[in-house]
């Protein structure tokens, strides 16, 4: 299976100049000084649409518009992220949008695809519904993860946060379907072979390490994590494939772990962020990721669509 190559990559970077932030890596002092290590973060909270994800949907889009297979609408499933970013691009394009949710998706995220101009479809089956009405309406189904174009989107990230700064030790990934960490560890190992690319699932959610463990199986039980961000249906097969072949760990956290992470990873780095993406952080607070002091070390934060009820919650246990 082809992995995602620097020429895709450039393709990627070159469609989607001008159409996406430039998300900025900010240094960060609090959090080096407790790891005793060299502390960015890739703050894709401030991304179109509050993730990272606009990068996949936009590129995936562009990519069929130069092969002439514009579609006539967009289908996609998603607890949220996907589905904005999908929204988002159908709107950029004037196309019609379809986006198939799990009924317990935020509401917040819920109200952004509609505001977006997105049609939802609330289902406990995401990707059979969203593969029905996919073919009723004749529609094109942009998957969230698990597709090459979409990947190279995720790998601009990668990119971007090389241009920016000394080249990384470590790379510290949030981990859900796989397509963020497939894009930036393609983009991160051509440029910086010697860096560790470690990829954080919730161990709640962790559809990616089940299916490298298993074979390619899903896990028997639906992923549900208060990183919700990260709670994919399934790992896809060429996520998969980007994985065993770029990343050099995958580990887990609890959600104790999220929780305890979260609100210090805002405070830290003054950014309203998701718990998806406190997971980094909390795989270096457990241990479960480690380097040499010093190191250069680069955490992607990849949204920061927080449910405001959540926020509240979060504040006043904090108080």
Not at 95 to 104: A, D, E, G, I
Not at 107 to 133: N, S, Y
Not at 262 to 291: F, I, K, N, Q, S
Request: contains cysteine; neutral net charge.
């Amino acid at each position: 299976m082809r992995l995602t190559s620097v020429d895709d990559v450039l393709a990627a970077e070159r469609r989607l100049a001008g159409r996406i932030v430039r998300t900025p890596l900010l240094p960060c002092p609090q959090l080096g000084d407790e790891f005793a290590l060299d502390v960015a973060v890739k703050a894709e909270n401030l991304q179109h649409t509050g993730s990272f994800k606009v990068r996949g949907a936009l590129n995936a889009l562009l990519a069929l518009a130069e092969r002439q297979a514009t579609p006539t609408g967009l289908t996609a499933f998603s607890a949220g992220n996907h589905a904005m970013a999908v929204a988002f691009a159908g709107r950029a394009f004037g196309l019609p949008t379809v986006v198939c949710m799990p009924p317990h998706a935020v509401p917040t995220k819920i109200e952004a695809v509609r505001r977006w101009g997105g049609e939802v479809v609330l289902t406990d089956d995401l990707l059979a519904t969203c593969e029905e009405i996919t073919a009723e309406r004749g529609y094109h189904l942009l998957p969230p993860f698990d597709d090459p174009d979409v990947i190279a989107g995720q790998a601009t990230l990668g990119r971007e946060l090389l241009a920016d700064g000394p080249p990384p030790g470590l790379v510290l990934v949030p981990v859900g379907g796989g397509g963020l960490i497939s894009g930036v560890a393609a983009a991160v190992r051509a440029a910086v072979p010697t860096a560790r690319i470690v990829g954080v699932e919730p161990a709640t959610a962790n559809v990616v390490g089940h299916a490298l463990r298993t074979g390619g199986a899903t896990p028997a039980t639906r992923p549900v994590s208060m990183a919700d961000g990260l709670a994919a249906p399934f790992a896809g097969r060429l996520t998969l494939a980007h994985v065993r072949g770029l990343v050099d760990d995958l580990v887990e956290v609890t959600e104790a772990d999220i929780r305890a992470a979260w609100w210090d990873l805002m405070a830290a780095t003054r950014l309203l962020l998701e718990p998806a993406a406190a997971v980094t952080l909390a795989a270096l607070r457990t241990g479960r990721a480690t380097a040499a002091p010093g190191t250069r070390t680069i955490l992607v934060l990849s949204g920061g669509n927080v449910s405001p009820t959540m926020l509240a919650t979060m504040h006043r246990r904090q108080a």
